[in-house]
């Protein structure tokens, strides 16, 4: 038996918001609804949301859900989520919203809250005449031919969960989980994705390279240097080094152990740590004994 | 208070089944192969349950080896086939078999062993020429079940065993389902090999036993000591033993008082009609999975159209109901039963079947609180669904791709 939450259960058995919304025929006030799913894949969601046009404030959402119990737990947590919220607003909400709201979903589960973030991307484009399909396959070659699953619905889902194996991406879209012919290739856009997000953080480091540091800034940097890259050298030799001050340019450092006592350890400070510390921090820096 | 209706994944153990083991987990634990009489009393209850599990066959004693499990009983009646004519390489089956059954096929066609899985009709039964065509004179084992665990679709054995026979193959019948609800005779039976699992039938779980035709050239798959005559090595797991032995008498005796009548008149039998036939004359949009063939008397498959399986049991359970159900979320893989996606239902069917299976220990007030509480819980599922007829396209139109080959 699945592990759901009281959260789940409650609104499993006691759903808010289900069915769909007439349109009033107002002025300022629009009626549209979103679609994902199919009876084939054994669950599908369609989302009705009453949106205030002049405020894009969403007034009301209701859904109607063919699924189990999470898909319409699921289903009943995001329309209670997006009320009142705007357009752009309701864009930012990811299918971890929905599973967290619900108090956590099992993860062979979270197939049903991607399913209401969808459903809800689905609604609001439809309303600003977006094609769905189009933004879909914008880029995107089909992956998963069996449930119909493109190459962006994986990347998104991927970034979003942080999902590290094949078996996360085929528990919460689906994707390989039918014949399994495309295993291989969820598994290469998890590389990719893993590659770029390398890339970025690599970038980022090195943009902050580029700007002056903060004190703060380089005293952590030069006791980060200390600790990884230096440090280990003279542990290795039987010695030891602590950071005992920074002042301006000036870093003063005690050497303990074999290090201490050892003629060479003006040397070794001079040429090792000094050298390491001007390539990595700053080329004005200085060191010398406490 | 528990209505339990999913006699088909596990039984209670019957209380006069639980009396005759407990001494066993208690008193008498000796081993039953040492020589004194403190074993050797164990060992003679041991004998007695043997007999009494070949009185519910119709085996002979020494056709009888107890093991541990209905998978234990699969895998090694493949095994002993295979091992029995090693210049065959092709086994023949059905689509709709266990997973004790269907991931050992798979796992020899790794092998090298060619496999023909044999299709079942909207109904879920097998087609005899079909299976005529697929048994040749190089088919080491034909395998299929007696009693489908889904649907309860009874199985020609006896005219499958005939051709099997005939092309010199074994002839493995996975009887788990059967065993204990209808009669079975294996005295005059093309079946060589028969698996049955004991908490099936009002025993413990972990007990099982398999039916080798004497004769049989039958090699071990668990090797060790010389318990069951060396087919099967391992300690015996005497108080379960003893309470298979006990449960397979009952159940002798329950089937003789209703043979000796008209076969409608099983109480069994009757609940599970009155259940089924109420269903559909009160729920509109629900049709019987299998319904119309000879079925086990126990199990009714129903699928209750556009709504989901899994939810409809969440819902019975709420009512204390237990039941089972084909649709994909239920079974933890993204996919629907394989039986029900062998008869070829349609989507709109397939994910919402429940099944149904009844024991002897089921009563009327069992079947008319289901009777009473399922209208109302189709009723909200329907209405919280977006899909309430056949011709709305939207939900039909996105159908599985098929398979690249």
Known sequence: MWDYSEKVLDLFYNPVNQGAIADPNEPDVAVVFGEVGSIACGDALRLHLKIQQSTEIIQDARFQTFGCTSAIASSSALTEIIKQKTLDEALHITNKDIADYLGGLPEAKMHCSVMGQEALEAAIYKYRGIEVEQHDDDDGTLICACYGISEPRIRRVIIENDLTTVEQVTNYVKAGGGCGSCLAGIEDLLIEVQQERVALSQRVTAEVAATPLSPIQKINLIQQVLTEEVRPILLADGGDIELYDVSGDVVKVSLKGACGGCESSTVTLKNSIETKLRSRVSPTLTVVEA | ?405
């Open chain 2, 1 to 405: 208070m528990v209505i339990y209706l999913d006699n088909n994944a596990t039984t209670q153990i019957d209380p006069i089944v639980l009396q005759t083991m407990l001494p066993y987990l208690s008193d008498f634990y000796g081993n039953p192969s040492s020589m004194h009489r403190f074993g050797g009393q164990v060992g003679a209850a041991l004998q007695d349950a043997r007999a009494q599990v070949a009185e519910l066959l119709g085996a002979e004693t020494t056709e009888i080896v107890f093991n541990s499990c209905g998978s234990e009983g699969n895998n090694t009646a493949i095994h002993a086939a295979l091992a029995a004519q090693p210049e065959k390489r092709h086994i023949v089956t059905t689509a709709v078999e266990h997973p004790a059954i269907l991931n050992v096929c798979k796992h020899l066609e790794k092998k090298g062993y060619t496999v023909t899985y044999l299709s079942v009709d909207g109904r879920g039964q097998l087609d005899l020429m079909e299976v005529e065509a697929a048994i040749t004179g190089g088919t080491a084992l034909v395998t299929t079940m007696y009693a489908n665990n889904e649907t309860g679709v009874i199985f020609p054995v006896e005219q499958i065993g005939a051709i099997a026979k005939e092309c010199g193959a074994t002839f493995h019948v996975d009887a788990v389902q059967a065993v204990g609800k209808i009669p079975i005779n294996l005295k005059n039976s093309t079946i060589d090999l028969l698996t049955l699992s004991g908490h099936k039938l009002h025993a413990p779980k972990g007990i099982g036993a398999l039916y080798i035709r004497r004769g049989f050239r039958f090699r071990s798959f668990i090797l060790g000591g010389h318990q069951e005559r060396g087919r099967r090595a391992g300690t015996p797991n005497v108080a379960s033993i003893v309470a298979l032995g006990k449960a397979a008498e009952i159940a002798q005796q329950h089937l003789q008082t209703l043979d000796s009548s008209n076969p409608l008149n099983n109480p069994e039998r009757q609940l599970r009609d009155l259940l089924e036939q109420q269903i559909l004359a009160t729920i509109p949009n629900c049709a019987v999975n299998g319904g119309g063939t000879h079925r086990l008397p126990n199990t009714t498959n129903i699928g209750f159209k556009y709504i989901e399986g899994e939810a409809i049991l969440f819902m019975l359970d709420k009512h204390s109901i237990c039941a089972s159900s084909g649709s994909a979320c239920s079974s933890g893989s993204l996919d629907p039963s394989h039986v029900l996606t062998a008869m070829g239902l349609p989507y709109t069917i397939l994910h919402g079947s429940i099944r149904f299976s009844l024991s002897r220990f089921t009563t009327e007030t069992d079947i008319q609180q289901v009777l009473t509480v399922l209208p109302t819980i189709v009723e909200k599922l329907r209405a919280m669904s977006p899909f309430n007829s056949d011709d709305s396209t939207w939900l039909q139109s996105r159908t599985l791709t098929p398979t690249p080959t």
